[in-house]
């Protein structure tokens, strides 16, 4: 009888401490979707203000935006492909003036158009992947120039 009140204590004390446990790496997890969340959205402000002050980006995206058709960017198009490179370098560069370290995706969509006028690899606008992409309206002279809603997405 002895030994049943020892196990039963044991495996009362280990499952409280599992619980303990659990409760913990919960709340680290929550800790650390918030220091992302943060990061990411500091670093979506920061490339957003780059991408709206820079004038060959706003050409190149005014010339392409110009011959969209509403259908999926063809990424034969050197144009596409000149752009996407353009703003790559720059959330590149602007990443690592910030001192942050993400893995990114992201896309420039005119309004609701379901296809981006430009997206970078890996830039997935499935509606599972909402959770995790950040958007902002592009402002400043980028907006002047095509005269229309721009978003700038970061997954």
């Not at 005014?62 to 999926?72: D, H, I, M, V």
């Amino acid at each position: 009888m002895r030994n049943l009140i020892l196990t039963v204590a044991v495996v009362g004390a280990l499952l409280g401490l599992a619980a303990v446990q659990y409760h913990f790496l919960r709340i680290a997890i929550q800790l650390e979707k918030v220091r992302f969340d943060k990061e990411a959205r500091q670093a979506l402000q920061a490339v957003v203000e780059q991408v709206e002050h820079d004038p060959v980006l706003g050409q190149q995206l005014s010339l392409l935006q110009g011959l969209r058709t509403g259908a999926p960017a063809n990424p034969a198009n050197d144009r596409a492909l000149a752009l996407a490179d353009t703003v790559t370098r720059l959330i590149d560069n602007t990443l690592a003036a910030e001192g942050l370290s993400l893995n990114y995706a992201f896309a420039i969509k005119e309004g609701l158009l379901l296809y981006p006028v430009v997206s970078g690899p890996g830039f997935r606008p499935e509606e599972e992947e909402a959770y995790r992409t950040y958007v902002q309206l592009l402002q400043g002279q980028l907006r002047k120039d095509c005269n229309c809603d721009l978003f700038f997405y970061l997954q």
